[in-house]
T-cell receptor, first 112, second 113 residues
């Protein structure tokens, strides 16, 4: 069965430091992969997505993610974190029917 | 465009009561879904629809009903609320299938006492 694992429940980084959020997936075919962000009390917003082509994907707000088939990973990165990036981040794999299977999420805290 | 709208924003129910969570989108999207979000579990799919008149179950469908009579609306019905249904519910829509961006509503926070 398809699944998504986000190993880190919480991550704390200093403002201006780099960030990497980990995501591993289990899927039999070429996956359609997404990163969403959820600010407190808000809905989910798409950061970026991958479904073919270049394995390094650029998204909004300065985020990027790299698809590594050999490691079944799709890690999210940002070179310099801003206080406004504090939120919960979800990795997801897309399935037929417009369905998403989500990881449990990673809560990012940014310290000044 | 209003995007995906959900009502109500917050609801308190007593065990055994029924209610309907409303979801509407004005983007002419064929695909719509309902998810519930619980701490430490991410979002889990309840029901989904690939077009008017077509619905199917997701990962956690028990205790919930859906129907899709129009492209715009996809209501979620709780038949007899239970405390285990205390959660935040999100509706989402997309133009087509699994490679498309899902657009999420702002959520409905439900408390069942």
């Amino acid at each position: 069965a398809q699944s998504v694992t986000q190993p880190d429940i919480h991550i704390t980084v200093s403002e201006g430091a780099s960030l990497e959020l980990r995501c591993n997936y289990s899927y039999g075919a070429t996956p359609y992969l997404f990163w969403y962000v959820q600010s407190p009390g808000q809905g989910l917003q798409l950061l970026l997505k991958y479904f073919s082509g270049d394995t390094l994907v650029q998204g909004i707000k300065g985020f990027e993610a790299e698809f590594k088939r050999s490691q079944s990973s799709f890690n999210l990165r940002k070179p310099s974190v801003h206080w406004s990036d504090a939120a919960e981040y979800f990795c997801a794999v897309g399935l037929a029917g417009g369905k998403l299977v989500f990881g449990a999420g990673t809560i990012l805290r940014v310290k000044s | 465009n209003a995007g995906v709208t959900q009502t109500p924003k917050f609801q308190v129910l007593k065990t055994g009561q029924s209610m309907t969570l409303q979801c509407a989108q004005d983007m002419n999207h064929e695909y719509m879904s309902w998810y519930r979000q619980d701490p430490g579990m991410g979002l889990r799919l309840i029901h989904y629809s690939v077009g008017a008149g077509i619905t199917d179950q997701g990962e956690v469908p028990n205790g919930y009903n859906v129907s899709r009579s129009t492209t715009e609306d996809f209501p979620l019905r709780l038949l007899s609320a239970a405390p285990s249904q205390t959660s935040v519910y999100f509706c989402a829509s997309s133009y087509s299938g699994h490679q498309e961006t899902q657009y999420f509503g702002p959520g409905t926070r439900l408390l069942v006492l």
